[in-house]
C-alpha cells in the first residue's frame, strides 16, 4: 500500500539534525539457515517497531488530530514508558481520512508489553481510548522489525512530507528481497529521503514498508527520476516486481503522508 502523507516529525523539533546516510550491508543472506527475523533485522539494536493505521470519521479528523497531539507525547517523554514516537501522520493522498502512527519500543517485545502493562493503569490513556473509539471507523496495526541495511529512523528538518511505500511479498522471498534491496539502496542516497525499512512480525505476514522524505511533491519526482538515471536502478525496480504479489495501478500501494512529527 502506498501512502502520501505531511506531517510533522515525531521527537526532535524543527531545530533536530538530518538524518544521515542509511549504511548498506551489502552482504548476500544466506536463506533457509534461521528465522528471517534474525536474519534480516539489525544484530546490534533491539527496537521493535507498531505501525498503526486508523481510519477516522471524516467529520471527526480535526478532533482527532487535536485529542492525538494532546496525549501521544506525554508517551513519548515519559521516561517511564520505554517507546518512542517515531512518526504521526495524516493520509494527504492515497487512503482519506486516515492516520498513520509509528512506535519504536526500545527492547523490544519486553519493553512493549511492560507499555501494554502500564498503559492498562494509566486513566488518562483509558479515557483517551474511549474517546477516540468514538472518532474511528476502524483500525489496525502490525508489529515490525527493521531491516539491517537502513538506519534506524531519526529527526529531521522540515517540513517534509513522507511516502509510505507498502510491499506484499509472495511467501519464501522475503530474504531474497532483503538482498536486493541491500544493494539498491545506495541509488536512493542522494537527497537523503530513506527514512527507514522494516518488515511485518506480527499482524499481515510477508509485508515491507519503505518509508521516505521528501521537502515537497516536486522534489519526489525529481528525485525519483534521478534514480532511474543511475546504472542498476532498473534491475532493482525489475525484481521488486518479480516478488510482489499484489502490484498497484501504478508501481507498489503507497501513501503520501503530512502534518507528521518525524
Known amino acids: ?83 518512542s514516537l517515531v512518526g504521526n501522520w495524516n493520509t494527504w493522498y492515497g487512503e482519506q481520512d486516515q492516520a498513520v502512527h509509528l512506535w519504536r519500543f526500545s527492547g523490544g517485545y519486553p519493553a512493549l508489553m511492560d507499555c501494554m502493562n502500564k498503559l492498562k493503569n494509566n486513566k488518562e490513556y483509558l479515557e483517551f481510548r474511549r474517546e477516540r473509539s468514538q472518532m474511528l471507523l476502524s483500525r489496525r496495526n502490525q508489529l515490525l522489525l527493521e531491516f539491517s541495511f537502513w538506519n534506524e529512523p531519526q529527526p529531521r528538518l522540515g517540513p517534509n512530507i513522507y511516502e509510505l511505500r507498502t510491499y506484499k511479498l509472495k511467501p519464501g522471498t522475503m530474504i531474497e528481497w532483503g538482498n536486493n534491496w541491500a544493494r539498491a539502496i545506495k541509488y536512493r542516497q542522494e537527497n537523503q529521503e530513506a527514512v527507514g525499512g522494516f518488515f511485518s512480525q506480527i499482524g499481515e505476514l510477508y509485508v515491507v514498508h519503505h518509508l521516505w522524505a521528501y521537502k515537497d511533491l516536486q522534489s519526489r519526482e525529481e528525485t525519483r527520476n534521478a534514480a532511474w538515471r543511475k546504472r542498476g536502478w532498473d534491475e532493482n525496480v525489475y525484481y521488486t516486481d518479480g516478488v510482489s504479489r499484489s502490484l498497484p495501478r501504478l508501481d507498489c500501494n503507497g501513501l503520501i503522508l503530512a502534518h507528521s512529527n518525524l
Open 1 to 83: 500500500m502506498q501512502h502520501l502523507c505531511g506531517g510533522a516529525a515525531a521527537a526532535g523539533g524543527p531545530g533536530a539534525p538530518r538524518w544521515g546516510r542509511c549504511g548498506c550491508s551489502c552482504g548476500a543472506v544466506d536463506p533457509r539457515k534461521d528465522a528471517h527475523s534474525t536474519l534480516l533485522s539489525k544484530k546490534e539494536t533491539s527496537n521493535l517497531y507498531k505501525i498503526q493505521f486508523h481510519n477516522v470519521k471524516p467529520e471527526y479528523l480535526d478532533a482527532y488530530n487535536s485529542l492525538t497531539e494532546a496525549v501521544l507525547p506525554k508517551l513519548h517523554l515519559d521516561e517511564d514508558y520505554p517507546c
